[in-house]
């Protein structure tokens, strides 16, 4: 499930820092947390999540965004338009406009065990009241610090 963006007109060292912030956060909360962000890239970000989100809605057979992560955005460097402006004493300075290439990655959510599986071991006293066993980490640190 992938999507690219091709030279969008800004430089990839402005895009870096949002995009390594939404790194491992399902597709909603990425979403959600790209309509807060105050940077130009913003809005393209979450056009290409959102892309790429419904790709794997309909190539892949995926029903919520809550099943999407993002695994991967890579930004790159893309072409660069040179321009050139007048500087002092007649001479010339190249100007860089330089733009960048976005690639997302999106994953499925791995599978999360149900409660039951994942219950902590409960072991029952002589007064027959549930109390969580203890760990012999606790046990080490109480006795020390007598």
Do not use: C
């Amino acid at each position: 499930m992938k999507a690219k963006l091709t030279n969008y007109n800004q430089s990839p060292r402005k895009i870096r820092p949002v995009a390594n912030w939404l790194k491992g956060l399902s597709v909603s909360e990425a979403l959600a947390r790209l309509d807060l962000v105050p940077k130009k890239s913003g809005p393209a970000l979450k056009r290409l999540i959102a892309s790429a989100a419904a790709n794997a809605k309909n190539n892949f057979d995926f029903t919520s965004d809550d099943e999407l992560l993002v695994e991967d955005i890579r930004v790159d460097k893309g072409l660069m338009l040179k321009r050139m402006r007048a500087a002092s004493r007649g001479r010339a300075v190249r100007i860089r406009h330089q733009r960048s290439h976005i690639a997302v990655d999106l994953s499925s959510r791995p599978v999360v065990a149900s409660k039951k599986e994942a219950e902590v071991p409960v072991v029952e006293s002589e007064k027959g009241s549930e109390e969580p066993k203890p760990s012999e980490s606790s046990a080490k640190v109480s006795n020390s610090s007598k």
